[in-house]
């Protein structure tokens, strides 16, 4: 196998569609760019790619001090036990984080419109956000995206792949009570 046409040290096992040369997996990575590589199947929009661990959130510390964000989160947190008890135990933690993707997609990366092929999920976002302004009303954008972000780290920490987090809120926190 030839070497990479850039760095001239590794091997070269991509073909670069730009170039027509074969070049190695870190210099196609570092020396992309959207006019070169548009429509190459290694090419991805920055922008369309979302790294939700990177959300602003409240430390663990932050969170226990503050009787208000432990409110918020409550509040968070028995929509999800809602739906939790809504859907029969069928609801997971993966649909929570994924809701709470949805939320940051809006709120925190600014999307307009939601892409979402799943109807229950969509209809879902749109309870949850309904809930949060009547619940909330006076919550500001921030603390509300960085309970979530908090809310969100917990549940990746919590979660095994079912529904480990969202029993374990259950006993805690429960079902939303307000209208």
Request: aromatic share 10%; glycine share 4%.
């Amino acid at each position: 196998m030839a070497k990479c046409s850039i760095c001239n040290s590794r091997k070269g096992k991509r073909k670069c569609a730009a170039d027509n040369t074969f070049v190695c997996s870190l210099c196609c990575g570092q020396s992309r760019t959207a006019e070169k590589c548009a429509g190459c199947s290694y090419y991805k929009d920055v922008s369309l790619i979302r790294n939700y661990r990177k959300v602003p959130f409240y430390s663990t510390q932050r969170m226990s001090d503050s009787s208000n964000l432990q409110d918020i989160a409550n509040v968070i947190e028995s929509i999800l036990c809602q739906f939790y008890a809504e859907d029969e135990n069928v609801f997971t933690d993966k649909q929570a984080l994924q809701l709470l993707e949805l939320a940051f997609d809006r709120f925190h990366f600014g999307e307009t419109e939601l892409k979402i092929d799943d109807h229950e999920l969509k209809a879902k976002f749109e309870k949850m956000f309904q809930m949060i302004q009547v619940d909330l009303p006076n919550t500001s954008h921030d603390d509300l995206i960085k309970v979530s972000a908090s809310v969100y780290r917990s549940i990746q920490r919590r979660t095994q792949g079912g529904r480990e987090y969202l029993s374990f809120i259950q006993q805690y926190v429960g079902n939303r009570v307000a209208p």
